[in-house]
């Protein structure tokens, strides 16, 4: 059973804000959710976590409703640039070792002129 | 701060060949390691983890291995490589606590 669930593609335009969602029904108490970018022939770059309502950082913000089977990564006044595959992981390094990073299709953004 | 290198960026190597990937990370003590593959379009498939010198778990059963002889390096091999073998492999480090992982470069791999 997939933790997460995002749509596989994303069309938008420069200048405006993008918002993908990512569903994780599954979410456990301790489970934190984690976005990651990645380019082409490029590793994943970290984004933006976060636990329960709202983080924003110099790149994204990060909704997150009370009852946490969602969460909605924002990105604000998109540029060409911002075409990349992002990833929702969702996961609770308090476990240790048994915390496995596992990263599904992730949402393929592209960002039209 | 923190570094990751991988090498080499890539590699074109027969079917059947022996394969060495290398990955070592600076600036950070016993960290968590991870070896990925990524098919072209696909996403990222983990391969194996390690949570300290010798140990490694793997994620898929496969014609590969690792190995973590030290605290900072972890290698990738196979003895044999198979035309299935071919992809984006990736390698990252996680702080114990932190969930945010660093990625290296990546290594290119074509099984001819």
């Known amino acids: 059973l997939a933790k997460t669930t995002q749509p596989i593609s994303m069309d938008s335009y420069e200048g405006q804000e993008v918002n993908i969602t990512c569903s994780h029904n599954?979410?456990?108490?301790?489970?934190?959710i984690t976005w990651y970018q990645q380019f082409p022939s490029q590793g994943p770059r970290f984004i933006i976590q976060?636990?329960?309502t709202k983080v924003t950082n110099e790149v994204a913000s990060l909704f997150i409703p009370a009852d946490r089977k969602s969460s909605t990564l924002s990105l604000p006044r998109v540029s060409l640039s911002d075409t990349a595959v992002y990833y929702c992981?969702?996961?609770?390094?308090?476990?240790?070792?048994?915390?496995?990073?596992?990263f599904g299709r992730g949402t393929s953004l592209i960002v039209h002129p | 701060s923190q570094t990751i290198h991988q090498w080499p960026a890539t590699l074109v190597q027969p079917v059947g060949s022996p394969l060495s990937l290398e990955c070592t990370v600076e600036?950070?003590?016993?960290?968590?390691l991870y070896w990925y593959r990524q098919a072209a379009g696909r996403g990222l498939q983990l391969l194996f983890y390690?949570?300290?010198?010798?140990?490694i778990s793997s994620e898929v059963p496969q014609n590969l291995s690792a190995s973590r002889p030290q605290d900072r390096q972890f290698i990738l091999s196979s003895k044999k490589l198979l035309l299935s073998d071919s992809g984006f492999y990736l390698c990252?480090?996680?702080?114990?606590?932190?969930?945010?992982?660093?990625f290296g470069p990546g290594t290119r791999l074509t099984v001819t």
């Open positions: 990252a480090w996680r702080d114990r606590g932190r969930h945010e992982q660093y």
């Open positions: 976060g636990y329960k």
């Open positions: 390690s949570v300290g010198i010798g140990q």
């Open positions: 992981l969702v996961g609770d390094v308090a476990t240790g070792g048994s915390y496995i990073p596992t």
């Open positions: 600036g950070t003590s016993n960290p968590n």
């Open positions: 599954n979410i456990a108490t301790n489970d934190y």
